[in-house]
Each structure stands twice: as structure tokens, then as C-alpha cells.
């Protein structure tokens, strides 16, 4: 492993833990991170792969008595037991089927610069109506009802249009029906772990003939590092959610989606 592949994979485990849970979008992040450093292809897809589980590795260890909670047989309440389990699985359900069908559409026709930019602006006035207009909170994750977690599962499918963001579509998308903005982002974690783990064995099944015992090193590295700086990521935005608001994540994606439509404008990289 030279020390350029050293580099590529911090660089982009740093990118991926900072951005996967807050509502910015890690896939737009990374196409453009790696657009920037040339890297790209087949084996940068499924290190984005391994990244990721890193990152989810992290929200596992954060919530664990949460998850524990969840994960247990008993009937429960809201995101609790067997009640958990079923709206978990009906929020997977629509991502996970529209997902599948358009897989191929998606990874050749979407992931690009010029995609990237239109998710982060749609989606960062999105937020910012939301915020506007979202209802009186009448719901949180103790009560959350199953017809809420299936509305949220198809707020979801958005994200699939990469700049989008799967937390912001979940997030947002809880806000509007009338989830409070703290449960709204902790059922966020709790929901990308079926989907991401879903779509994750799906990648690696696909690429297990790409990666040799050389490139073990720098996944490695990139997982780490993608677990600490998701560790560090979650915290804080949880804190910052009991004193603020989405917004600050709206502009950012909208001043994000100008300057790079400038960028890809000015010819300094492809669209």
C-alpha cells in the first residue's frame, strides 16, 4: 500500500463518517471527493462499500441499549421490540424494492458532479420548507405509528438519486409527519442499518472477484477512520439538534450546489 492509497483512504473514511447521518449526502460527497482524487471505478465503489460499514459500525456502538431494546422479541411500543422490527422493515421495504430495480440505472447514469449538484439544492430547500411548515410534533419514537415508519420508507426512495441524502429524506421526511426533529434523526441511524447493510452485502457480493490481499490495507484504514469520524459526527449533531435547527445543513447543501455547478462550469472537473 503506497502512501497515496494511505491518503485517499483517510481522506475519504473522514469524508464518509462526517456526512452519512447528517443530512448532506455521503454519496454526493464522495462521487465528488473521489472525482478530485482520481479515484474512481470499480474498486472505489466497493471501498466506498467497506466505508460505510464503518460508519455504521459506529452508530451500532452509540446506540446499542437503543438497538438492544429494539432488537429483543418482546411486543413493545413504537420503536421498541417486535413493534421496532415492523417499522423498521416497512420503512426498509420501499428503498430496498425501488433500489434493487433501478441498481444499474443508478450507479451508470446518476453518480456524476452535475447529479450530485441538483440533489444537494432540491434538497436543501426541501429542509428549509420543512422547517418552515412541518406540523406541531405529535409523534416520537415511543409512539411512532406503523403507517408513520411506511410514509418515512417511502421519503426514502429519494435518496436514491444521489445528493439527495438518505438521512435528510428520512429526516425531513419524519419532520413533516409530525415527528420531533431529535427522534426523527435517531430513527435516521436506526433506519440505515437494515438499508445500508442490504445494499452493502449486494455490493460486496458483486465484487468479490475485485479485491486481492493487497488492497486489504487500505480498506482497513478507511474503515477506521470512517468509524471515528462517524462516531464524532453523530454526537455532535445530536447535540446540535437540541439548540438548532436543519437549516444551517440547508444552506450549506445549497451553497454546495452552486459552487459546484462553478466548478464543473469552469472545466476543473467533469461533470
Do not use: N
Not at 421526511?173 to 415527528?179: F, Q
Amino acid at each position: 500500500m503506497s502512501l497515496t492509497d494511505i491518503a485517499i483512504a483517510f481522506v475519504l473514511g473522514i469524508v464518509e463518517g462526517a456526512t452519512e447521518f447528517v443530512p448532506v449526502s455521503s454519496t454526493g460527497h464522495l462521487i465528488v471527493a473521489g472525482e478530485l482524487l482520481g479515484f474512481e471505478g470499480d474498486k472505489a465503489a466497493t471501498f466506498e462499500v467497506v466505508i460505510q460499514l464503518g460508519a455504521i459500525l459506529a452508530v451500532v456502538f452509540l446506540f446499542g441499549r437503543r438497538l438492544t431494546g429494539v432488537m429483543t422479541l418482546d411486543r413493545g411500543e413504537g420503536v421498541a421490540g417486535r413493534s421496532g422490527w415492523l417499522r423498521l422493515g416497512l420503512t426498509t421495504v420501499p428503498a430496498l424494492v425501488a433500489g434493487a430495480a433501478a441498481h444499474g440505472f443508478i450507479r451508470d447514469q446518476l453518480f456524476s458532479p452535475v447529479t450530485v449538484a441538483i440533489g444537494w439544492g432540491v434538497g436543501g430547500v426541501a429542509l428549509l420548507l420543512v422547517e418552515r411548515y412541518r406540523p406541531r410534533p405529535t409523534q416520537s419514537l415511543d409512539t411512532m405509528t406503523a403507517c408513520t415508519a411506511l410514509a418515512v420508507g417511502l421519503f426514502q426512495c429519494f435518496a436514491l438519486w444521489p445528493g439527495v441524502s438518505r438521512a435528510a429524506s428520512t429526516i425531513g421526511g419524519g419532520m413533516a409527519l409530525g415527528i420531533d426533529r431529535k427522534s426523527a434523526a435517531e430513527y435516521s441511524f436506526f433506519a440505515a442499518l437494515p438499508i445500508i447493510g442490504a445494499a452493502s452485502a449486494l455490493e460486496l457480493f458483486q465484487a468479490r472477484d475485485i479485491l486481492g490481499r493487497a488492497d486489504l490495507p487500505m480498506f482497513a484504514v478507511g474503515f477506521g477512520v470512517s468509524f471515528v469520524a462517524a462516531w464524532v459526527a453523530v454526537r455532535f449533531f445530536l447535540h446540535l439538534l437540541a439548540v438548532a435547527t436543519l437549516r444551517p445543513f440547508a444552506w450549506y447543501r445549497i451553497v454546495a450546489s452552486l459552487l459546484l455547478l462553478v466548478v464543473i462550469g469552469a472545466g476543473w472537473i467533469s461533470g
